[in-house]
């Protein structure tokens, strides 16, 4: 135990647990105290061929509403070995949240006043959190090492019931798709529902056709047609009306023409298996959010003599963004609105007047531009999602601290002057501002450079 002792200067084990409650719904504070009770307004009505003024109910109460409450376990460990070189900290920690206040929608039979606040939902986060550091000196040059890891695993464990799709059988005998998408779950282009992420990706795929046309016996392959799922060459557009021909439909746009379904054009799984190209139950889930699974962070820093340098990098995976943004990547062109370079260069061109036109690009990566609108290809799709993950370089400083023999005869007892920068970096496959910033960033990050001078007399 004495040589394990003079190794391990600091063990701790350490746990914790606790349990807070919210009643806030709004970022207003005063509201929301008292949705257990109804809310009345005054409102107009006719009566006896007259405008009267009433009081009705305009919020249904819910005599049975609770806070809702996050309850927070954590352990720990937390050493220092090596004479303090050597740094760990690790935390595993499971956090749950209950009895969500949420208002899910009621039936129109309950009349126009606004649904009650309710207790529907739960949520869970799991995850732990890793840091280590070495700082250590060798003669007169001393340096620090550090990192930090995070993972969190998040799940929707409880909210309006579980997802039910497949075939059915209507009351004239005919078998149809079902779905209940609606009644269970809320959102747009991203849900929340049981058991997936929270503000989980709800999107259409483009179509991964095999590249082939027809079948052995000449009919349509319909598991065939444009790899990719964009209609890049005449034998693609040939096979979409091939499939149309034989009673498949191709969604949001079925018909094809110039100003339709065309070159250039996305068109997008049949994920259900009914004959229709992107209608709505051909909307998956993407496993992916936009909260980041991974973060890292790592500080170097080391000083010699009287100089001094720093560097703190920051990097985050995992989490992707829908990114469909006008100027950039966005193919709708209208007056007013510039075209990147990146719009220029990549997206789909073909002139079938003159095949060998030197200006065709079929093999664009961006859809056909457009104008003024497009309901095909610049919709929510897997097609726009984009990996947000970076490695960025935060901070990188420069310093040196002048002998105190030297600033001491102009009545000194520290002087140091720096040199930093903040920004400088980032490394990312993402097409929008920073990631790191978020998806509704609409002004850069800006590099920042600074000098500075620290006295103390």
């Known amino acids: 135990m004495k040589g394990l002792k003079d190794k391990i200067q600091n063990l701790k084990i350490r746990a914790s647990w606790g349990k807070v409650g919210n009643n806030n719904m709004s970022p207003d504070d005063d509201k929301g ?12 009505y006719s009566f006896n061929n007259a405008s009267a003024t009433g009081l009705a109910v305009t919020k249904i109460g819910n005599p049975l509403l609770v806070w809702e409450s996050s309850t927070l376990a954590n352990i720990g460990i937390e050493a220092t070995a090596l004479n303090g070189r050597l740094n760990v900290e690790l ?15 009621i039936p129109l039979t309950a009349g126009t006043a606004a649904a009650p606040t309710q207790n529907t939902a739960n949520m869970s986060n799991k995850g732990i959190e890793v840091s280590l550091g070495w700082k250590d000196k060798v003669g007169e040059f001393s340096y620090l090492v550090s990192g930090n890891f ?37 959102g747009g282009d991203t849900r929340i529902i049981d058991g997936r992420i929270m503000n989980e990706y709800y999107l259409l795929t483009p179509h991964k056709g095999s590249g082939a046309y027809k079948n052995s016996d000449g009919t349509v392959n319909i598991n065939g ?6 209609i890049r060459t005449p034998a693609d557009l040939d096979w979409v009306n091939s499939m149309i021909a034989a009673g498949y439909k191709f969604q949001p746009v079925g018909t094809v023409g110039k100003g339709q379904l065309y070159y250039g054009d996305l068109i997008y799984s049949d994920v259900n298996g009914d004959g229709i190209y992107g209608n709505s139950f051909d909307k998956q889930f993407a496993n992916v959010s936009t909260e980041p699974k991974y973060t890292f962070g790592l500080n170097l820093a080391a000083s010699y003599k009287g100089f001094d340098f720093s560097m703190l990098w920051a990097a985050s ?9 006008a100027g950039i990547n966005n193919t709708v062109t209208r007056l007013g609105t510039g075209i990147g370079t990146n719009i220029a260069d990549n997206s789909y061109y073909y002139n079938e007047a003159n095949p060998g036109d030197p200006a065709n690009r079929i093999n664009g990566s961006l859809p056909r531009l457009k104008w003024l609108s497009d309901s095909q290809s610049n919709i929510a799709s897997t097609f726009w999602l984009y990996n947000a993950s970076y490695l960025k370089l935060k901070n990188v400083q420069l310093g040196y601290t002048f002998a105190q023999g030297l ?16 920004n400088l970096f980032m490394v990312t496959n993402y097409p929008g501002l920073d990631p790191e910033a978020g998806i509704n960033l609409s002004y850069p990050t800006m590099k920042q450079f600074a000098a500075g001078l620290m006295a103390t007399f």
Do not use: C, F
């Open 150 to 186: 995070a993972y969190n695993y998040n799940r929707v464990t409880n909210y309006r019931g579980n997802l039910s799709e497949g075939y059915v059988t209507d009351a004239t005998g005919a078998r149809v798709y079902s779905s209940n998408i609606g009644q269970v779950s809320s």
């Open 91 to 105: 935390d595993v920690y499971d956090k749950k949240t209950e009895d969500i206040l949420t208002t899910p929608p």
């Open 407 to 422: 600033i001491q005869k102009i009545g000194l007892s520290k002087l140091r002057v720096y040199v930093s920068g903040e």
């Open 317 to 325: 995976t995992g989490m992707n963004y829908l990114y469909n943004q």
């Open 225 to 230: 047609g444009p790899k990719d799922g964009m």
């Open 33 to 44: 105290n008292y949705d257990y009770l109804a809310t009345y307004n005054k409102i107009n």
